[in-house]
């Protein structure tokens, strides 16, 4: 597949998508939305053939990560189609949430708007030490449409999230650091090195029970702890039967690295 506004590669047991337009700062127009769609199905599809690969990452090139939706495209349009813009790309975002495998933000610089946003559908983020993240939407008399509200105050509470969408202002890496919208800050030129060496980390595990236990957090937020202990002992149960558990404890008692793949096809 060709993709003009971003890179994808595959290799090593690591998916990376890269948005590659510096010029305009990343900015997601729909063309952007599009590909990183397609990008995602086709990471999906690639985890789905070969469960070596375990990780997606995503960042930008130059000076931004994504600085945001595409401004120019969203002035010509009007109630219906920004009411479509904002689905699609809801539904592009609720892809890379519900992906199988983790999808880790590697935030190298602006992230703002849609970009914040973007890194709120990733299962955690590291961030560039100069990286500037916000949602400034309601300063330009919008709000955020992909998720972003949702997201965020889950991420760092009703309040706190009040408070940076009604200023629109900009953050910078400590104060996000603490707010625990990125897990961790490290010089720009080991961003990439460091997130990937944190995949290495999640290759240790086994594939499925990666798999699962992030379907299992990702509905923590909206369940009650009866109903989550209730899916998590269905669960753990079910997990019993897939070879993954059997090579795991074996290989714990063996006292030896476990072989995760050594039933797959080649």
Not at 50 to 67: M, S
Not at 101 to 111: C, D, K, L, Q, S
Request: glycine share 10%.
């Amino acid at each position: 597949m060709e993709y003009t506004k971003l890179k994808l590669e595959i290799a090593g047991g690591t998916a990376v998508i890269t948005f590659c337009s510096p010029e305009t700062l990343n900015a997601l127009n729909s063309q952007a939305l599009t590909e990183l769609g397609d990008a995602v199905a086709e990471v999906k599809k690639a985890a789905a053939a070969d469960r070596r690969l375990r990780a997606l990452i995503i960042t930008g090139e130059g000076k931004a990560f994504v600085a945001g939706a595409d401004i120019k495209e969203m002035s010509s349009m009007g109630s219906v189609d920004a009411a479509g813009f904002s689905r699609f790309g809801n539904n592009v975002f609720a892809a890379i949430d519900n992906l199988p495998i983790p999808v880790i933000a590697a935030v190298n610089g602006y992230a703002l708007g849609g970009g914040l946003e973007l890194v709120l559908a990733c299962d955690f983020a590291y961030a560039a030490e100069t990286a500037k993240l916000g949602l400034p939407e309601t300063t330009l008399g919008i709000i955020p449409g992909f998720g972003g509200s949702k997201r965020l105050a889950d991420r760092i509470g009703k309040a706190a999230a009040k408070e940076l969408v009604f200023t629109g202002r900009m953050i910078d890496t400590s104060e996000a650091l603490r707010l625990r919208i990125v897990n961790r800050v490290v010089p720009a030129e080991s961003l990439l090195d460091t997130v990937k060496t944190v995949v290495s980390e999640i290759s240790k595990s086994s594939p499925n029970a990666a798999c699962e236990v992030k379907e299992l957090l990702n509905k923590c937020q909206d369940n009650s702890i009866e109903a989550m202990t209730a899916l998590e002992s269905n669960k753990f149960g079910l997990i019993f039967g897939h070879p993954d558990s059997a090579e795991g404890q074996k290989a714990f008692i063996d006292k030896r690295k476990p072989d995760w793949y050594k039933g797959d096809k080649s």
